[in-house]
């Protein structure tokens, strides 16, 4: 469940940075891009100590639940890659 509360505010930190850097609130997009970055850290830690149990022979269930987390957690970082750009380009925009 880390993953995927994680993973989710992430995304949802990195929706808010678009939305604020569209109204030209740069810094406060800045903030919200740290916000989503914290978030993807603590998921991938998750993610990490999971991989390196099953690397040990603790084998994890595939489950939905699973799958559906880490669905959750390649958009997010899909989508604050994305972000990222959309920020320039909106912080371009705004100092023509």
Known sequence: MGII???GNARSNAMRA???SKQGNIEE???FMELASEDLNKAHRIQT???QAEAR???AEISL???HAQDHLMNAMTVKDLAVEMIHMHEKISNL
Do not use: F, H, R, T
Request: aromatic letters at 0%; zero cysteines.
């Open 5 to 7: 509360v994680n993973g």
């Open 18 to 20: 678009i939305a604020a």
């Open 29 to 31: 997009a800045n903030q």
């Open 49 to 51: 100590d999971l991989i």
């Open 57 to 59: 022979g603790d084998k």
């Open 65 to 67: 639940l699973m799958i």
